[in-house]
T-cell receptor, first 117, second 114 residues
């Protein structure tokens, strides 16, 4: 079974600085998708960024980018120019491309990011 | 644009009581999911549905039942609530279960069992 590990329960960053959140996963599959979700104190789950395993190019969305290392099974999230509104819980998630029950999202336990003014 | 709507947002129950959480989506999604979120545990899948009239067990299904009588609605039932079911419950929906299309989440229901 696939697993997702976020080894940093908590992280802190100074406003305007850059921070990287780590995520590793375990799978024997070659085709899958990876996601980062943000959960602010409002409790909403908001999609930040997604990556297809077949794409070599790292995904970017404005200040958010990923470092996808398929061989190392690593999927880190980089937040540039951190803002106070980035303070949230961040979840890494894996989805198999096989569908069925294997297509369900598997979440890591999350990293709580604090942003200092 | 409502997206995924969960009702209620908060609820307090006594042990042994029953209740139903309602999830409604207006995106015509085939797949719907129920998760629970506990501190330090991330999100764990309770049950899911791949289409109207279908349901399947997830990682932590014990003590819960679900129904998907209409495509837009997915109900989560607790027949006899237990304190271990105190949690935040999230509903989500997605177009499918095998592509890069993300799951869209509701705002969650905080449920306390006394």
């Amino acid at each position: 079974a696939q697993t997702v590990t976020q080894s940093q329960p908590e992280m802190s960053v100074q406003e305007a600085e850059t921070v990287t959140l780590s995520c590793t996963y375990d799978t024997s599959e070659s085709d899958y998708y990876l996601f980062w979700y943000k959960q602010p104190p409002s409790r909403q789950m908001i999609l930040v960024i997604r990556q297809e395993a077949y794409k070599q190019q790292n995904a970017t969305e404005n200040r958010f980018s990923v470092n996808f290392q398929k061989a190392a099974k690593s999927f880190s999230l980089k937040i540039s120019d951190s803002q106070l509104g980035d303070a949230a819980m961040y979840f890494c998630a894996y989805r198999s491309a096989l569908g069925g029950s294997q297509g369900n999202l598997i979440f890591g336990k999350g990293t709580k990011l604090s942003v200092k003014p | 644009n409502a997206g995924v709507t969960q009702t209620p947002k908060f609820r307090v129950l006594k042990t042994g009581q029953s209740m139903t959480l309602l999830c409604a989506q207006d995106m015509n999604h085939e797949y719907m999911y129920w998760y629970r979120q506990d501190p330090g545990m991330g999100l764990r899948l309770i049950h899911y549905s791949v289409g109207e009239g279908t349901t399947a067990k997830g990682e932590v299904p014990d003590g819960y039942n679900v129904s998907r009588l209409k495509k837009q609605n997915f109900l989560l039932g607790l027949e006899s609530a237990a304190p271990s079911q105190t949690s935040v419950y999230f509903c989500a929906s997605s177009r499918d279960g095998y592509s890069n299309q993300p799951q869209h989440f509701g705002d969650g229901t905080r449920l306390s069992i006394l």
